[in-house]
């Protein structure tokens, strides 16, 4: 399954909200889909599972949210340490796969 | 506390071997679904390998019959051998222990370690 994230780069403001996108090539279920948070030279994070559940300590700014082919990830406040690379990523069909990105920059 | 700590990444010529160690604490490897994946220099999350708690082994294709993910129980540690390497192989690597979802296993990478980086290049 290929995951497509867009926008490529998403140019905000701390306090601003953003919405990131992750389209499947096939219908995915929702218990198999997750998204990373990575801060540049850093190992990713884990946000969500599920497809709208927070990880353990994943402030609620973060909402997960979505169904079938279409995810989103919402960040309602951008908080300046949010600024970061965001993968999507589902299990549901092997191999497992993660989408290209969407990095968040400040504007 | 979960902890996961890669070592064993460095320069290797193409066709070399390499043996990665991801070694684990605060949590039992052999217990677990854990994972290997990578990231070329620049680029996305590139998921390599698996290994069940019931020691099931699983490679993404570019790897297969080059690759052998396996564990040391007595160590908690997991591995990585890699013979017949390529440039393309080139990339951090990070281990990573999967987690389930309302029962049902693995569907997500829950706890990471911070990556080790191999270079393939003569």
């Known amino acids: 399954i290929v995951l497509t994230q867009s926008p490529g780069t998403l140019s905000l403001s701390p306090g601003e909200r953003a919405t990131l996108s992750c389209r499947a090539s096939?219908?995915?279920?929702?218990?198999?889909l997750a998204w990373y948070q990575q801060k540049y030279g850093q190992a990713p994070r884990l946000l969500i599972y599920g497809a709208s559940s927070r990880a353990t300590g994943i402030p609620d700014r973060f909402s997960g949210s979505g169904s079938g082919t279409d995810f989103t990830l919402t960040i309602s406040r951008l908080e300046p340490e949010d600024f970061a690379v965001y993968y999507c990523?589902?299990?549901?069909?092997?191999?497992?796969?993660f989408g290209q990105g969407t990095k968040v920059e400040i504007k | 506390e979960v902890q996961l700590v890669e070592t064993g990444g460095g320069l290797i010529q193409p066709g070399g071997s390499l043996r990665l160690s991801c070694a684990a604490s605060g949590f039992t490897v052999s217990s677990n679904y854990m994972s290997w994946v990578r990231q070329a220099p620049g680029k996305g999350l590139e998921w390599v390998s698996f290994i069940y708690s019931g020691g099931s082994t699983y490679y993404t294709d570019s790897v297969k019959g080059r690759f052998t993910i396996s564990r040391d129980n007595s160590r908690n540690t997991l591995y990585l051998q890699m013979n017949s390497l390529r440039a393309e192989d080139t990339a951090v690597y990070y281990c990573?222990?999967?987690?389930?979802?309302?029962?049902?296993?693995?569907?997500?990478?829950?706890?990471w370690g911070q990556g080790t980086l191999v270079t393939v290049s003569s």
């Open positions: 990573a222990r999967a987690s389930c979802t309302d029962n049902i296993c693995p569907t997500h990478f829950s706890y």
């Open positions: 990523q589902q299990s549901g069909s092997s191999p497992p796969t």
């Open positions: 096939q219908s995915v279920t929702s218990t198999y």
